[in-house]
């Protein structure tokens, strides 16, 4: 992360010193002055996304404390026995693993890292190989790479944030987008690990993939004339049925809704706090790297070279987020942020930009962390296979937004 932040700032720098050379003076000027505006973007956004947060967050901890995640992490175990039958039957790395992604699907980051460690520690005790990623633990890290999200809380205060009128927009892009992508890499991993997916398996894959396609051949059919009010709509419509139903859930169990929403919504000052400095750090090296020409230089050179195949080039604004989303979440939410106040949060790359960030995770990020947390020194095929599937997850990102916004 020292070193991308480094090239992108001296980058930037260095190519407006020789543009000023070159008889362009203006550009080192734009450049000092997108620092500053860069500068001052953090702050706003900061306490824009600081409301947000607090909001959910506080929705979130009524969740926790109605038992929502614990119920469905019961209904998750069923399915990772399914995904993992090197393990023994009610083995204790199923609970771990079930909070963790019952966490990732409620857009709960914070509770979903400590799960995903403790997991590590129960499936690296059940290791066979001590030290060498078991089939069991590069399934999971799979699992939490294509992480479905059905929530997308961050990109909703983003796309806020930005000025959008419709910050729910994307919402279900990026549910379809997440979804196929999860079963692609769960199909690819399977295939890789030579586990013979049971009737269960294929139900609940079938139940996942049929709904999603038939929704994307009906809006390509032409019979949804307007696919981005649609979506919009049914973002809004799911985004305050979850609200309702969290409420009306937890209303008898427990025992001061109010309390807990308070208590959950405290929990956002700490956490913007952190985001903070990474939102300066990435804003201010986008910035400078965007008035400095550079960027626009390297994405020119990149759509001559797609425009020769006959390929469209609308998505190409958003391929910084693409190449940077694997390696730091906080890198890629920074050229977002700052695509969104370049181009407006509504215009096609911006859309993309969110579906992008809504539906993929950070490889680098979870393969480290959670490899590093039990010693493990042999991933085998996990990283590779974490690109990989994640690349599909961007690609499968783009198509989905092609049919949704062009």
């Known amino acids: 992360m020292s070193l991308l932040w480094l090239i992108l700032l001296a980058g930037s720098t260095g190519w407006a010193l020789v543009q000023a050379l070159l008889g362009h003076p203006e550009i080192a ?15 706003r956004m900061s306490l824009v996304m600081t409301g947000v947060m607090a909001f959910w967050l506080g929705l979130f901890r009524i969740a926790e404390k109605a038992g929502m995640v614990d119920r469905l992490a019961l209904f998750l175990e069923p399915v990772l026995r399914r995904l993992m039958p090197d393990l023994p039957e009610h083995h204790e790395a199923f609970g771990a693993m079930s909070m963790n992604l019952a966490a990732n699907f409620l857009g709960l980051d914070n509770a979903a890292t400590p799960f995903g460690l403790k997991a590590m520690q129960f499936l690296e005790a059940a290791n066979p190989c001590p030290g060498t990623a078991s089939r069991a633990q590069i ?77 994307l051949l009906w809006v390509l059919s032409g019979q949804a004339a307007h696919q ?30 109010y309390e807990a929403f308070i208590d959950g919504a405290r929990s956002a000052i700490p956490l913007a706090v952190r985001i903070f400095p990474y939102l300066v750090a990435m804003l201010s090296a986008v910035g400078m790297i965007r008035a400095s020409g550079l960027l626009n230089d390297l994405l020119h ?27 730091s979440g906080g890198a890629a939410r920074g050229w977002l942020m700052d695509l969104m106040h370049q181009l ?63």
Request: glycine share 8%; proline share 5%.
């Open 29 to 43: 000027r734009q450049t000092v002055l997108a620092l500053d505006a860069a500068l001052e973007l953090s702050v």
């Open 139 to 215: 399934m999971f890290l799979v699992l939490n790479s294509n992480a479905l999200c059905w929530l997308p809380v961050s990109i909703m205060a983003y796309r806020i944030q930005a000025g959008s009128m419709q910050p729910g927009l994307v919402f279900l892009p990026v549910l379809i987008s997440s979804t196929l992508a999860l079963l692609f890499a769960v199909t690819v991993t399977l295939m890789i690990q030579k586990i013979r997916p049971d009737r269960g398996l294929i139900t609940i894959g079938l139940l996942l993939f049929v709904p999603c396609i038939s929704f």
């Open 228 to 257: 981005a009010g649609i979506s919009a709509a049914v973002g809004d419509l799911l985004i305050l049925s979850v609200i309702l139903f969290i409420l009306i859930h937890s209303a008898s169990r427990v025992s001061s809704v």
């Open 301 to 327: 050179w990149v759509k001559q070279g797609v425009t020769v195949f006959g390929w469209p080039v609308a998505w190409i604004p958003a391929l910084p987020i693409m190449l940077l989303k694997p390696l």
């Open 344 to 406: 407006g949060p509504d215009a096609f790359a911006s859309r993309l930009g969110a579906v992008v960030q809504g539906s993929t995770e950070t490889t680098m990020y979870i393969m480290t962390v959670y490899m590093g947390s039990v010693g493990i020194r042999r991933g085998r095929y996990a990283l590779a296979l974490g690109f990989a599937t994640e690349a599909a997850g961007m690609v499968i990102a783009v198509l989905v937004s092609y049919v949704f916004f062009s």
